[in-house]
């Protein structure tokens, strides 16, 4: 018997609930005080290089929308891409005014290194939107934001944190204050386009893989932050064990050759 769609969603969000958002050191150590003000600057750099790809694969997905007359996903997939280059501003203007406050052009932001986690997850999440189907690229993104927007989410969690004992500005941690508003609609309306479309297996497990990609993804990207703080090679482990399933393996009988 197939999985009613609750339970399905139920077993997407265990994936994301392996490595939880706000766990992660990146964030953890903001919302602790444990970062200081130059380290979070170096972090933000790394978020500039990969927030500076979302036209990239947020075009993709909107292209695949199209070529796969997915007319129901392509109203979601085009309200993100809008918000990301309509208005005066985009949403690389917007972290870069938080490097401006640390005394970063976008010229030298431009001339960073990336970390090993901001690399992969660039790679990752592009590739996952270009290569796969707009309903995939979807899935990769609704948890991560899921988790990300609403009061008391991850990114209003930070803001506050930022614009508080920090001292930030409000214009440069802008990018937070955004995300709390806007994440939390755009990961329930993804969540629900997955409910509405996922409906066979073959289609539910590419949307599996899709969200694990994502998870994974954007944890990267995180470790990112870190690593360029630090200047350690290092990647969280989360909270929960790996999700592998794997074939299983007849062992020979002893003796046997």
């Not at 539910?204 to 995180?222: C, I, P, Y």
């Amino acid at each position: 018997m197939q999985q009613s769609s609750d339970a399905f969603i139920e077993e997407l969000w265990s994936y994301a609930n392996q490595v939880p958002m706000m766990e992660h050191p990146w964030f953890k150590g903001i919302i602790e005080h444990r970062w200081s003000r130059e380290q979070i600057i170096q972090g933000e750099v790394q978020h500039y290089l990969r927030v500076r790809t979302n036209p990239i694969y947020f075009g993709y997905m909107a292209i695949n929308a199209v070529s796969e007359k997915q007319y129901g996903l392509m109203e979601v997939v085009l309200d993100n891409f809008m918000e990301e280059l309509a208005g005066p501003r985009s949403h690389v203007d917007i972290c870069l005014q938080f490097l401006e406050e640390g005394g970063i052009s976008r010229e030298a932001a431009d001339q960073a290194e990336p970390t090993p986690g901001t690399l992969a997850a660039v790679e990752m999440i592009v590739g996952c939107c270009q290569r796969r189907s707009a309903l995939e690229g979807v899935a990769m993104l609704a948890f991560v934001e899921s988790q990300h927007g609403g009061q008391g989410g991850v990114a209003d969690r930070v803001y506050r944190e930022l614009t508080g004992p920090y001292g930030f500005s409000e214009r440069a941690a802008e990018t937070y204050h955004i995300h709390a508003v806007q994440d939390v609609a755009h990961g329930a309306s993804q969540i629900d386009v997955i409910r509405r479309f996922a409906l066979d297996e073959e289609t539910r497990e590419r949307v599996r893989r899709a969200v694990q990609l994502g998870v994974t993804a954007f944890t990267l990207e995180w470790d990112g932050h870190v690593q360029a703080m630090t200047g350690r090679r290092e990647f969280w482990a989360g909270v929960g064990p790996l999700h592998v399933r794997q074939p299983r393996v007849r062992l020979p009988e002893l003796g046997s050759v």
